[in-house]
Nanobody, 115 residues
Framework: QVQLVESGGGLVQAGGSLRLSCAAS????????MGWYRQAPGKGRELVAS???????NYAYTGKGRFTISRENNKNTMYLQMNSLKPEDTAVYYC?????????WGQGTQVTVSS
């Protein structure tokens, strides 16, 4: 069973930046597409961004122009650089395979953006 560990969240003011990291217990070389998801209070989990093994990326509307996803296959690590953060970005952020997720999820990392 794959293990995922997210980190890098925190409390920032609106307009600030954070860089999230995701470490996996299996080789990234074997994962075609990875994604960052988030779940805001009282809402369902949504895909924020995804990155394929060839480096191609996709972003949800909410993150376009502000978020940058990247991956380092040789380190089994993925990142999400988030700039110009808004209060509505407040959520727990998770990483997982995309679009079909593994059944197991990490603990996530909390991002809180104050206005």
């Amino acid at each position: 069973q794959v293990q995922l560990v997210e980190s890098g969240g925190g409390l920032v003011q609106a307009g600030g930046s954070l860089r999230l990291s995701c470490a996996a217990s299996i080789s990234f070389f074997s994962i075609p597409t990875m994604g960052w998801y988030r779940q805001a209070p009282g809402k369902g989990r949504e895909l924020v961004a995804s990155i394929s093994s060839d480096g191609s990326t996709n972003y949800a509307y909410t993150g376009k122009g502000r978020f940058t996803i990247s991956r380092e296959n040789n380190k089994n690590t993925m990142y999400l650089q988030m700039n110009s953060l808004k209060p509505e970005d407040t959520a727990v952020y998770y990483c997982n395979k995309a679009p079909r997720c593994w059944s197991s999820w990490g603990q996530g990392t909390q991002v809180t953006v104050s206005s």
